[in-house]
């Protein structure tokens, strides 16, 4: 039995990175922005999961390739924004909280590229006393 080559009638001097970059902007229309891709044209393996607790918040992210050194973690009180850069890669997640929380009163870890934040609930309102 004797086999044919394959036949591929691509140009194999495609520039990939025009590929990449319209990719990126169709991801960025369609998320509203903040899609970051790495330089291979793949985002970061980056997943976030938020744990909901009667006292708190548990906000745990896979970030694989960072360092400590690497991320800044912001909290409005109704948001989390983690913000990771190397020399290979750049990643920008920002995560809504389904309650309100103390941002005041957030402890954060990070072992083994797994970062893992911890916020107090508060009220999402406050009684206002008319003097």
Avoid: W
Avoid at 35 to 56: C, I, N
Avoid at 98 to 120: K, M
Wanted: charged share 35%; aromatic share 6%; glycine share 8%.
């Amino acid at each position: 039995m004797s086999r044919r080559p394959f036949d591929d009638d691509r140009d194999d001097t495609t520039d990939f990175s025009s590929f990449f970059r319209e990719l990126e902007r169709m991801m960025d229309d369609m998320t509203g922005g903040d899609v970051r891709m790495d330089e291979t044209g793949f985002g970061t393996d980056a997943h976030f999961t938020v744990y909901e607790e009667p006292d708190r918040l548990r906000v745990v992210g896979d970030l694989p390739g960072m360092g400590k050194d690497d991320i800044e973690i912001k909290c409005d009180g109704r948001r989390v924004t983690v913000v990771a850069d190397t020399d290979r890669q750049s990643y920008e997640e920002r995560i809504d909280l389904p309650a309100q929380v103390d941002e005041h009163s957030a402890r954060a870890t990070f072992n083994n590229g797994v970062l893992e934040v911890e916020l107090a609930r508060t009220d999402s309102s406050k009684s206002i006393n008319l003097g």
